[in-house]
């Protein structure tokens, strides 16, 4: 190579001299050539090396320009005004959760409440479906800021509810949601994000329009909600405000009717217990009186609601696995309320207008309890997988839930009431969820988990 080199050198070049100076110059060439081979080899090593670094260094951020940053504020509140304003909106993706490594496990019911400037995705003019008790923009709310948080898991990313796709994977299905009124809520929260593709159509109700069934005709899907506080048999003797005449007569080893009846139709299931279980009642248990829960003067045994509540939902998870019947259900945890200073009857209140951040609320120690319940029970009852019968999958919406106290209807669950007197005393709900409001996020959840329900495992 170097012969090869010194040959194009000498016959390339115009000064070139005749033999004699050819001679003389022998020795310089070799040892110009020799520095030029140096000189390359040591320029090739560097560059190589600063390839390598730039490898390694991370890439400047970019800079956000004063037009992108005026187009992504959202001056909704004076609150949200001073929140970040580089949020971008969220779309409605298709797409799998991304989590930071194959390796990590996304725990998508951990996180907290993030800002979202692209606010809720349907109105109460835009969904007829909202109960009056729940319209808390048609009933006079004054603040909207409740509207712009989204569900941030910790270590991942939650899209948000695809009402394309979920119409289309529901194609000549039957979805039902069992349980109280908190379940009904819920399917309410279902039908305003579907109405903004399909709007349903209502086939049945019961006669206190506790029970419904909707039909999406475009699809043939069957959305049902299926009222069944207790998901056992029992006697109430209270009214729609909740004024009770008598003590309720609950048998806890028979399963409602109400909902077995129907299981078999049913193609998925999001089923619950939950705030009932804490009403004074009286159990029932092989044909006879077995005790009961807050009933000081009856001359009967304070079991208590722990003895209860387990045994429905064992007796619950049991009929579920043994059922020929697999359907796909989602048992969904116990949802707090958020009552200070009394309870509903007692003058409790709810004013809170933005989430609570992780550790600044504890939750009460009977919530606690049924959640503890609610795992426990549904840990054994998943223990042997899917072989047995239905694909049990925990829907766990207790810590997301305690952390928002801004999104209940409060005072604001009946048409203006202080149109007429602001100091009026008016029945307040800290329990139910405002729709729009935190309750749609539990159809993100719900979405994610009918698709990649399986890494969740």
């Known amino acids: 190579m170097v012969k090869e080199m010194r040959s194009e050198y000498s016959s390339s070049n115009p000064f070139s001299s005749p033999s004699s100076f050819h001679k003389h110059n022998h020795v310089f060439v070799k040892f110009a050539v020799s520095l030029l081979l140096v000189g390359l080899a040591f320029l090739l090593f560097f560059s190589d090396s600063i390839r390598y670094i730039s490898v390694l260094e991370p ?26 304003s580089s949020l971008p909106p969220i779309d409605f993706p298709a797409t799998n959760i991304t989590q930071e490594s194959e390796n990590v496990k996304c725990d998508i019911f951990t996180g907290g409440w993030v800002p979202d400037p692209s606010g809720p995705r349907y109105t109460n003019e835009s969904c007829p479906e909202i109960e009056s008790h729940q319209n808390c923009m048609k009933n006079g709310r004054p603040d909207s800021a409740y509207f712009y948080w989204r569900w941030n898991p910790r270590d991942c990313e939650l899209p948000k509810f695809n009402a ?8 000549n299905k039957s979805w039902a949601f069992i349980g109280d009124s908190i379940s009904r ?63 309720i007569q609950l048998y806890l080893d028979k399963l409602d009717k109400t909902w077995t ?25 092989n044909n006879t009186v077995s005790g009961c ?36 259900v989602f048992f969904r945890t116990t949802t707090p309320d958020h009552f200070e200073n009394g309870e509903w009857f007692s003058g409790g209140y709810c004013n809170r207008t933005v989430p609570f951040k992780e550790g600044e609320v504890d939750m009460r120690d009977v919530d606690t309890m049924m959640r503890n319940i609610e ?19 925990l829907l766990d919406t207790t810590h997301l839930s305690l952390l928002r106290p801004d999104g209940h209807p409060g005072p604001y669950r009946q048409f203006q009431p202080f149109a007429k007197d602001q100091n009026a005393k008016v029945q307040t709900d800290c329990l139910h969820w405002c ?3 935190p309750i749609d996020s539990w159809n993100d959840l719900v979405m994610e988990l009918l698709i990649n329900g399986k890494i969740y495992q």
């Open 435 to 437: 729709l729009p409001g």
């Open 59 to 84: 890439l400047p951020p970019p800079v956000e320009t004063e037009q992108e940053s005026e187009e992504t504020e959202t001056p909704v509140s004076s609150f949200l005004a001073q929140t970040p």
């Open 293 to 328: 829960h807050n009933c000081p003067g009856k001359n009967l045994t304070e079991v208590g609601l722990e003895h209860a509540y387990r045994n429905v939902l064992r007796l619950v998870f049991n009929f579920i696995k043994g059922s020929d019947h697999k359907a796909s």
């Open 375 to 393: 795992l426990e029970e549904f840990e054994k009852a998943s223990a042997n997988g899917p072989e047995e019968g239905a694909r049990l999958t």
């Open 185 to 247: 809520n819920h399917v309410q929260s279902l039908l305003c994000l579907l109405s903004q593709v399909e709007q349903a159509v209502e086939v049945y109700h019961d006669k206190e329009y506790r029970s419904k069934r909707w039909l999406f005709p475009s699809h043939n899907f069957t959305l049902s909600v299926i009222w069944t506080p207790f998901l056992v048999e029992a006697a109430i003797f209270e009214d729609m405000n909740g004024v009770s005449t008598s003590e």
């Open 164 to 171: 394309h796709r979920f119409l289309a994977l529901m194609r």
């Open 261 to 285: 009846d129907q299981y078999n139709n049913l193609d998925y299931v999001v089923i619950s217990g939950g705030k009932w279980f804490l009403k004074t009642a009286i159990y029932h248990e």
